[in-house]
C-alpha cells in the first residue's frame, strides 16, 4: 500500500508564491506512476490543476493555472510550485498518483487515480 504525504501549504499574500510537495512512501512506485495535483474549494468539485506523465516527462495543465504553476516529478515525489497566487486558488490541495491503466485518458480527471493524499491547505489573501 502506498501513503502519499503532502507539505507545503499555508497562507500567503496575493502575488505571492508557495511550493507544495508530495512524498509516496511504503510499496512506492519506482518512476512509472502519473503523479497530478487537485485542488477542491468549500462547495466546489475538485479539479485537477497539473499533472505529470513519466513517459517523455509531459505535464499538463488546467487553463486556469497554466503559466503559473508548475509541476515536477522525481520518482516517488511530486512538487507543484505555485507563483502569482490569486484569492481563487484559494482550495484544499491533494496529490494523486497512479500506475493503472487509464480510464478515459484525462489526466486531469480524479477518475484516472487510485492513491490520494490527506489534503493541504492553500490560502490566498487579497
Known amino acids: 500500500q502506498v501513503r502519499l504525504v503532502e507539505s507545503g501549504g499555508g497562507s500567503v499574500q496575493a502575488g505571492g508564491s508557495l511550493r507544495l510537495s508530495c512524498v509516496a512512501s511504503?510499496?512506492?512506485?519506482?518512476?512509472?506512476?502519473?503523479m497530478a495535483w487537485f485542488r477542491q474549494a468549500p462547495g466546489k468539485e475538485r479539479e485537477g490543476v497539473a499533472a505529470s506523465y513519466p513517459r517523455g516527462g509531459s505535464t499538463y495543465y488546467a487553463a486556469s493555472v497554466k503559466g503559473r504553476f508548475i509541476i515536477s516529478q522525481r520518482e516517488n515525489t511530486v512538487y507543484l510550485q505555485m507563483n502569482s497566487l490569486k484569492p481563487e486558488d484559494t482550495a484544499m490541495y491533494y496529490c494523486?498518483?497512479?500506475?493503472?491503466?487509464?480510464?478515459?485518458?484525462?489526466?486531469?480527471?480524479?477518475?484516472?487515480?487510485?492513491?490520494w493524499g490527506q489534503g493541504n491547505q492553500v490560502t490566498v489573501s487579497s
Open positions: 511504503g510499496n512506492t512506485y519506482g518512476s512509472s506512476a502519473r
Open positions: 494523486a498518483a497512479a500506475t493503472s491503466p487509464m480510464v478515459r485518458g484525462n489526466l486531469l480527471a480524479p477518475e484516472e487515480y487510485t492513491d
